[in-house]
């Protein structure tokens, strides 16, 4: 992956350079702005681009040599939107990646993350994947989240529910974000983190 420099008298001129030298267009692109000097005689903007084509081959190659160091074949489809990247792995060993509780997930993806994104100083979200393992399991919580928060409703009793990483903690916050008779709040310490489902006061 490598990172291209373009100089122009403004920012706007540095991407259109940029643009038609590496054939992208600017949603492609991830910007940094490196120098900017505005002076009476002479204007200048120094830019870095890293084309966002080569970042997701790199994530790509990246998730292939750990997966590879680990004796796993893989086939891997990728998804971009907007500023997430997602990698689905596929394999013929799904549950060795995917781990108890998905933990080995997310260690592949906290390495990856690790790698890659101190290298393009941006915000870009990566999303790691085994056989729509997360997709599967974020629908089930969701569903027993909705759930829970109908008997808690009723009874006016808080549940707790199993502890849970920050991406489905998250899942069952927004899940229940506006529901009118409950609400929602996390206790613990990491890796043993839940969610209480609470009762709303009756105004």
């Known amino acids: 992956m490598d990172k291209y420099i373009f100089e122009a008298k403004t920012k706007e001129e540095a991407i259109k350079k940029a643009s038609q030298e590496l054939k992208i267009t600017e949603e492609n692109m991830i910007i940094e702005v490196l120098e900017e000097k505005q002076g009476i005689l002479k204007k ?11 970042l997701i081959n790199y994530i790509k190659d ?21 500023k997430n990247i997602s990698i689905t792995i596929f394999s013929d060993n799904n549950p060795i990646l995917i781990g108890k509780n998905g933990r080995t997930i997310q260690a592949l993806q906290n390495i990856i993350r690790q790698i890659v994104l101190p290298k393009i100083n941006n915000e870009f979200q990566i999303i790691i994947d085994v056989g729509n393992y997360k997709e599967n399991r974020i629908h089930n919580i ?15 009793i808080e549940a707790k529910l199993d502890s849970m990483n920050s991406y489905e903690r998250r899942a069952v916050h ?15 310490e990491e890796p043993n983190r839940y969610v209480v489902i609470k009762p709303k006061e009756e105004v």
């Open 44 to 54: 200048l903007v120094k830019i870095q681009v890293i084309n966002v084509n080569e």
């Open 62 to 82: 990246t998730t292939t040599e750990i997966t590879t160091l680990m004796n796993i074949n893989i086939n891997l489809e990728v998804r971009r939107r907007e």
């Open 142 to 156: 969701e569903y027993l989240a909705k759930k829970t928060a109908k008997e808690v409703a009723k009874t006016k």
């Open 174 to 188: 927004n899940i229940l974000s506006k529901n009118k008779y409950v609400y929602t709040e996390s206790y613990g």
